[in-house]
């Protein structure tokens, strides 16, 4: 199966501050990438899907990129509430698989 | 408004049996394929199963092969997960997924539940 390896596992950030994930999966997975946000005691809310298509209700703020085996999230000014973890997700191969996720936590 | 509520969670003994629901409102279930995802802090985010939207077809994750059923009634607006031979390795919290728009050929969830929690224990 795809294995899906997101770094860093942490980031510690301040508000305002532009912010960077990142997204590695073991085979190309096209543009067949979706990124989720989660926060605690809440469900995954999704934010982008075919790697750089915002979902309904995303916040311009939050940019997709990449293809292949290499995809980014980028938050250009971290507000608030979006403290929380970030999971990508493939759906290029069966099974569907899920990344470890990043934490993005104040610093 | 779309909404997904996950039922019947709770405490059960390894090789014990545990039926989960999945209750949809808001959006035509029986014109949408329906998926279970389940989540631990050890091994996070995992896929289960789904289900096609007239219930003709299902799949399951090597995992839970053989021992996870899935099932739907689109009168009752309801999809099950029905767990037999459960392990202590099944205790997590279950979802229930839309796919995009329902679609079969969507790869991305757009909706899910808060989840209901599977303990496995003796």
């Known amino acids: 199966e795809v294995v899906l390896t997101q770094s860093p596992a942490t980031l510690s950030v301040s508000p305002g501050e532009r912010v960077t994930l990142s997204c590695r999966a073991s085979?190309?997975?096209?543009?067949?990438l979706a990124w989720y946000q989660q926060k605690p005691g809440q469900a995954p809310r999704p934010l982008i899907y075919?790697?750089?298509t915002r979902a309904t209700g995303t916040p311009p703020r939050f940019s997709g990129s990449g293809s292949g085996t290499e995809f980014t999230l980028t938050v250009s000014s971290l507000q608030s509430e979006d403290f929380a973890v970030y999971f990508c997700?493939?759906?290029?191969?069966?099974?569907?698989?899920f990344g470890q996720g990043t934490k993005v936590e104040i610093k | 408004e779309v909404q997904l509520v996950e039922s019947g969670g709770g405490l059960v003994q390894p090789g014990g049996s545990l039926r989960l629901s999945c209750a949809a409102s808001?959006?035509?279930?029986?014109?949408?394929?329906i998926h279970w995802v389940r989540q631990t802090p050890g091994k996070g985010l995992v896929w289960v199963s789904h289900?096609?939207?007239?219930?003709?077809?299902?799949t399951y994750a090597d995992s839970v092969k053989g021992r996870f059923t899935i099932s739907r009634d689109n009168v009752k607006n309801v999809v099950y997960l029905q767990m037999n031979s459960l392990r202590a390795e099944d205790t997590a919290l279950y979802y229930c997924?839309?796919?995009?728009?329902?679609?079969?050929?969507?790869?991305?969830?757009?909706?899910w539940g808060q989840g209901t929690l599977v303990t496995v224990s003796s």
């Open positions: 997924a839309r796919p995009h728009r329902g679609l079969s050929n969507s790869g991305w969830f757009d909706y």
């Open positions: 085979q190309s997975l096209n543009s067949n």
């Open positions: 997700q493939q759906n290029n191969t069966w099974p569907w698989t």
């Open positions: 808001g959006f035509t279930l029986s014109s949408s394929w």
């Open positions: 075919d790697a750089s």
């Open positions: 289900i096609s939207a007239d219930g003709n077809s299902a």
